[in-house]
Every structure is written in structure tokens, then in C-alpha cells.
């Protein structure tokens, strides 16, 4: 496939697709994001992780545009510095955690500058501190104070199935009060309405005065569908869905294959070879 010579701006997820299943920004990916840029296409980065839990891709990826943290919660310059952010409305935030809880998944409240949990040794707790390099805060229980300044609730469990009803049953519960999407087949976000991906592409693309047409998307969750159903070209990773890789415009490999670096390479600079 010949390369998208339209597209001006590539907004990439994070884990799962720009990144290992380790966290590793490969060589491969690194030349990847420099022949963007030497193409013109700026890169853009977008991740239910919290903006600070994104800050050692900053430089090694050049990043000059805004970061999307917590699906976009907030917005941040390269320097971390706040653009803007989205708490939940209490009443959902505590509907939300209800849900969470009364599924059997254990539960994380973020905060515009904390990660709250209840308990250190839960499943997912020391992943999540290796990922994003900062230390949770243990708390004995979630308070209203906790939930008037969430960002994001996080359902945590290694039942994946349980995690997915719990979407579906948060999805219906909370309507248009909240965004409830899977960022990890083990993890379940919910966010403010305004906090998707899909508002993420809408919001870069004022800011940076592109037309959704001429930016492409690159994931691999259900929240990543969102923001293909926004941008002109989608690529979704090998190592998505099939229902993830049916919203899609390609397909390229899994992140353990090179597969962000590929999926440039063969369908927005035209490396046939790549």
C-alpha cells in the first residue's frame, strides 16, 4: 500500500502499540518517530496512563505536541505543564466505583496528582508502578473528597471476562455522564464524557489546525476505536482484536514485532519494503 502523502499528524496509544508489552521504545520504533519528522507528520501520544506515567517518551520521541494522559483527562505540554483537565461528576465517579467493586475487581482512584489504591499487593499494583515509575498512594477507603477530584476510576482484575461485563454494565449505567472502555484487557477506565480518545483526535485537531481527514490513528484496545472512527486512516496493531482490527483501515504487526515502526514504514511514508 502506498503511503498516506495527506496525512500531517499521527496520534499513537502507548501500551500495547508504541511500546513492548515491557515498555521498551525499540530502535526500530525511535527511527520510526525521526522519519515522521523528517516527513513533516508530526506524532502525537495518547494513554490511560496518567501524563506523568508518559514523561520518559518525551524526549527520546522528540514530542512537541500536547500529551493526552488518563484518555484524555488531561491534557499536557511536553513540559508537563496543564492544559486542561477533566474530573468526573462525583455521582458518576461513585457509581462508577460501586460497579467496580460490586463486580469483584479491585479499584484505583487518579487524581490530577495521585494514584490511590487500597491495597499494595493487589493484582496489577506492582505492573502499573514499573510502568509508570511512581509510587501509589495506599488509602483505607475512597473518600467523597477522592471522588470530587477523580480523573480517572480504574477497574483492576485478571478475570478478563469480568472485566468485560463490567464495561458493558458500566457503559449502560453511566450513559452520558462517563466514558467506561477497556485501556487493557485487565483494566476498565472510566472518565469524564469529554475523556476519550475520540475527543482526544477532535481536540489535537483544533489545536493544531489539522482536518481529522488528514491524521492517522494507531492502537490496539477498544478505547483506541473511538479515535479511529475520528482520524482519515487507522491502523490497528497486530496483537488487537478482531473486533479492534474490523474498526480499522489496516492492519499492521503486534508490539512485540515492530509493528508501530512497520505500520509507518508501509502505510503513511510509503515503504513498500517496510
Same mark, same amino acid.
Given at each position: &500500500?502506498?503511503?498516506? $502523502? ?5 496520534? *499513537? ?19 520510526? *518517530?525521526?522519519?515522521?519528522? #523528517?516527513? /513533516?507528520?508530526?506524532?502525537a501520544i495518547t494513554s ?5 506515567? &508518559?514523561? &520518559?517518551?518525551? #524526549?527520546?520521541?522528540?514530542? !512537541? ?6 484518555? /484524555?483527562g488531561m491534557l499536557v ?6 492544559? #486542561? ?8 465517579? +461513585? ?24 491495597d499494595a499487593a493487589a493484582?496489577?499494583? $506492582? ?42 454494565? $458500566? ?21 469524564? @464524557?469529554? *475523556? ?10 483544533? !489545536?493544531? $489546525?489539522?482536518? @481529522? ?31 479492534? +482490527? /474490523? ?14 515502526? +512497520? ?6 511514508? /510509503?515503504?513498500?519494503?517496510?
Open positions: &500500500m502506498s503511503g498516506r $502523502a495527506d496525512i500531517r499528524l499521527l496520534l *499513537a496509544d502507548v501500551d500495547g502499540t508504541l511500546v513492548t508489552r515491557g515498555g521498551v521504545l525499540t530502535a526500530a520504533a525511535l527511527a520510526a *518517530a525521526r522519519d515522521l519528522a #523528517e516527513a /513533516g507528520v508530526a506524532l490511560g496512563r496518567p501524563p506523568r506515567g &508518559m514523561r &520518559m517518551l518525551i #524526549e527520546p520521541l522528540a514530542l !512537541r505536541t500536547a500529551i493526552a494522559g488518563f484518555n /484524555g505540554n511536553p513540559d508537563l505543564t496543564v492544559i #486542561e483537565t477533566h474530573t468526573l461528576d462525583p455521582a458518576a465517579a +461513585k457509581l462508577a466505583l460501586d460497579l467496580i467493586i460490586g463486580a469483584g475487581l479491585d479499584a484505583w482512584v487518579y487524581t490530577q496528582d495521585a494514584w490511590l489504591i487500597r493484582p496489577h499494583v $506492582a505492573r502499573e508502578t514499573a510502568t509508570v515509575r511512581f509510587e501509589a498512594t495506599v488509602v483505607a477507603a475512597f473518600t467523597q473528597a477522592h471522588l470530587a477530584s477523580a480523573v480517572k476510576i480504574v477497574g483492576v482484575g485478571d478475570d478478563l471476562d469480568r472485566v468485560a461485563a463490567c464495561e458493558t454494565a $458500566a457503559g449502560q449505567a453511566l450513559g452520558e455522564t462517563a466514558s467506561a472502555a477497556r485501556s487493557q484487557p485487565y483494566y476498565l477506565d472510566v472518565t469524564h @464524557p469529554l *475523556a476519550n480518545k475520540g475527543a482526544v483526535l477532535t481536540t489535537l485537531a483544533g !489545536r493544531l $489546525a489539522i482536518p @481529522p481527514a488528514q491524521i492517522a490513528t494507531i492502537g490496539d484496545m477498544p478505547s483506541d476505536v473511538l479515535m479511529f472512527r475520528q482520524s482519515g486512516f487507522s491502523i490497528a496493531m497486530g496483537n488487537a482484536s478482531d473486533a479492534v +482490527k /474490523g474498526e480499522a483501515s489496516a492492519v499492521t504487526d503486534s508490539n512485540e514485532d515492530d509493528g508501530f515502526a +512497520k505500520a509507518v514504514g508501509r502505510f503513511l511514508l /510509503g515503504d513498500a519494503g517496510g
